[in-house]
């Protein structure tokens, strides 16, 4: 079994500031490795995924994670925040083989960015 | 792109009552899952499903049935709604193991 670990409930930032939300993950066997955020009454997107080959993954808007197995962590960083990018922020964990995909998720970053 | 549609936003329901959650796949996907959602517990499986008429317990199936007939829609079945139950419900599906899972908007269910 997977679980996930996710160290900051809550995330105060100001604009332009870096911001980095932690993720520990513990797991008997290899994993792929997922964020996805979730904006005010909407349901999830993907962010960023680790399934293999280079331990850093990054999204479209900026943010990026680095897998360190050591470690068990998957930390998500972002240089320099915007308003935008308000929202709650979820950690994910997939076991592969017959798993069929089911992620098991921490229990949710809210990323406020205060201008 | 992918779109999984829930049928109800928002839903009251009395305790006792029983209570369908529909979600419908529009991309030919295998798996589908449902999760709920609750503040400071993050998103927990209460049942997936793999393939038309198989399913699989999540992590809290408790309370809780489904139902995949047709490949594009699961259903979510809460036999007699309690007030635990309330809850945000979001839909899932995938195309095979380990890509990424699309999600519905949720159906906030309120039980009374």
């Known amino acids: 079994a997977q679980s996930v670990t996710q160290l900051d409930s809550q995330v105060p930032v100001f604009e332009e500031a870096p911001v980095e939300l932690r993720c520990n993950y513990s797991s008997s066997v290899s994993v792929y490795l997922f964020w996805y955020v979730q904006y005010p009454n909407q349901g999830l997107q993907l962010l960023l995924k680790y399934l293999s080959g280079s331990t850093l993954v990054e999204s479209i808007n900026g943010f990026e994670a680095e897998f360190n197995k050591s470690q068990t962590s998957f930390h998500l960083r972002k240089p320099s925040v915007h308003i935008s990018d308000t929202a709650e922020y979820f950690c994910?964990?997939?076991?592969?083989?017959?798993?069929?995909?089911?992620?098991?998720f921490g229990q949710g970053t809210i990323l406020t960015v205060h201008p | 792109d992918v779109k999984v549609t829930q049928s109800s936003r928002y839903l009251v329901k009395r305790t006792g009552e029983k209570v369908f959650l529909e979600c419908v796949q529009d991309?030919?996907?295998?798996?589908m899952f449902w999760y709920r959602q609750d503040p400071g517990l993050g998103l927990r499986l209460i049942y997936f499903?793999?393939?038309?008429?198989?399913?699989e317990k999540g992590d809290i199936p408790e309370g809780y049935s489904v139902s995949r007939e047709k490949k594009e829609r699961f259903s979510l079945i809460l036999e007699s709604a309690s007030t635990n139950q309330t809850s945000m419900y979001l839909c899932?599906?995938?195309?095979?193991?380990?890509?990424?899972?699309?999600f519905g908007n949720g159906t906030r269910l309120t039980v009374t």
């Open positions: 899932a599906s995938s195309l095979l193991g380990n890509s990424p899972l699309h």
């Open positions: 994910a964990v997939s076991a592969g083989g017959t798993s069929y995909g089911k992620l098991t």
């Open positions: 991309m030919d996907h295998e798996n």
């Open positions: 499903s793999y393939d038309v008429k198989m399913k």
